[in-house]
């Protein structure tokens, strides 16, 4: 335990679970939702061994006499164990009582909702500020505070983050030698598709199946490609696409799994006339994108893989805005706001980030590869703080540079590396 970092996670924790007498850590495998979990646990039961479940199965009144804060690890290998919390909370349980922890939604288990009594925080891989390879300077939730001072330096460069992508976020596979930790993500793709999905209802010609359209969806990456178009990528030169229904099938399994994590479209309280609704396509992790699409960090620099969607689109640039997603993600939990995308229908306006609180502030990100933004880079930010005044907090370009600081135009440039939550 002397070991455990901090995740952003933890300050939720710590400012809910007082207060909350179950909270459920939900994500993909290999998260850390375990690790961050028995930091504050008294009593472990661990529903992926047979004695815990044994004795949880004998016992279930050990739920309420054990010492807490009681964590139940992956819940959802036993279904009926989130009843008896459910149930334990209607009882009166106290404050900070239980913890539970699932890697899968189990699809069609007779459980209750636990609206009201389990609260759900969603745990994803390594944020770039959790990586520890620098000191964020700028934080999200003082952006919505208002906090117009933007600074800092670091010497994170492209080459870096060209490492961080392919190093992926898994605080399990991110320290290995990069031919281990290559062989590691091969594995947990190759597990997912041969066994994980088994669970989920996708069987037959899954495998392999399944593994060509997870591949055509990360060619898919950043962008708001149809699941017709990554269904045909997934079968080049095959007559046989796969059917609809299918194509549905892979995406609430892995959805099921947490593996993917799409960006939704923003519906504003503002007239904004002909937007966009189609969600942004997300792998959990970048790296396993990278893997899927055989891209090392060579390849990822020559930019030589043809993504979906414009022609424009590069590997690289793709996957740096899945690594700034993925952070803004976890940042914008922490804040109490949401993730959204802007793209109106004709694509003449499109905004690639929007942070949402339901108090009606928001923050728009665009994220650039280059060191220092053009005019034409923040036309699109300049566009919406214009439309919508003073619910949009603030405006910024997330880039690959050295410096964090503010346009003339009142534009900030923030290097990914000196963001934080």
């Keep these: 335990m002397d070991s455990y970092r901090r995740r952003v996670l933890d300050s939720e924790l710590d400012e809910l ?24 646990a008294s009593t472990v039961f661990r529903m992926d061994t047979a004695q ?12 309420a006499t054990a010492p807490g804060p009681v964590l139940i690890d992956e819940w959802q290998r036993r279904p009926e164990t989130w009843d008896l919390v459910r149930r334990a909370v209607d009882d009166g349980a106290v404050g900070g009582r239980f913890l539970l922890t699932g890697s899968a939604t189990p699809k069609g288990a007779a ?28 934080s999200l939730l003082q952006l919505f505070q208002g906090e117009t001072g933007v600074g800092g330096q670091t010497p994170i460069a492209l080459p870096d983050y060209v490492s961080e992508i392919v190093s992926s976020g898994f605080p399990g596979i991110r320290p290995l030698p990069p031919r281990a930790r290559r062989q590691r993500l091969d594995g947990y793709i190759q597990r997912v598709v041969e066994h ?59 959805t099921q799994l947490w593996l993917l994590d799409p960006v939704p479209a923003w519906l504003p309280g503002n007239d904004f006339a002909r937007l966009a ?15 899927l699409l055989d891209l090392d960090e060579e390849r990822l620099i020559r930019a030589e893989t043809p993504m979906l969607g414009p022609k424009d689109r590069t590997a690289l640039g793709s996957l740096f805005e899945a690594l700034v997603g993925l952070s803004l993600q976890t940042y914008a939990q922490a804040a109490e ?22 108090d009606g502030r928001n923050l728009a990100f665009e994220v650039k590869l280059s060191d220092a933004p053009s005019d034409h880079d923040v036309r699109h930010l300049l566009w919406l703080k ?3 005044g003073d619910s ?24 990914l590396a000196l963001l934080g939550p």
């Design 17 to 40: 679970l007082p207060d909350l007498s179950a909270i459920a850590i939900e994500g993909p495998k290999g998260v850390g939702k375990t690790a961050t979990a028995i930091q504050r």
């Design 52 to 63: 815990d479940v044994e004795l949880l199965t004998a016992s279930p009144a050990l739920l």
């Design 111 to 138: 459980i209750h909702s636990g609206a009201g009594r389990i609260d759900t925080l969603r745990m994803r891989p390594l944020s770039f500020a959790e990586r520890g390879i620098e000191s964020p300077t700028v």
């Design 196 to 254: 994980e999905v088994v669970d989920q209802g996708v069987v037959g010609r899954a495998p392999a199946r399944l593994r060509a359209w997870m591949a055509a969806y990360a060619a898919a990456t950043a962008s708001t490609a149809s699941n017709t178009a990554i269904g045909r990528a997934a079968s080049p030169g095959d007559g046989d696409l796969p059917a609809r229904s299918t194509v549905e099938r892979y995406h609430d399994a892995l």
């Design 277 to 291: 609704l189609t969600p942004k396509h997300f792998l959990a992790d970048p790296a396993l994108a990278a893997r």
């Design 337 to 358: 706001a949401t993730l959204h995308h802007l793209r109106t229908r004709d694509g003449g306006r499109e905004i690639d980030f929007i942070v949402h609180r339901n």
């Design 386 to 388: 214009k439309e919508m």
């Design 392 to 415: 949009l907090m603030d405006v910024a370009v997330v880039n690959t540079g050295r410096d964090a600081y503010r346009r003339r135009d009142g534009v900030a440039v923030i290097p």
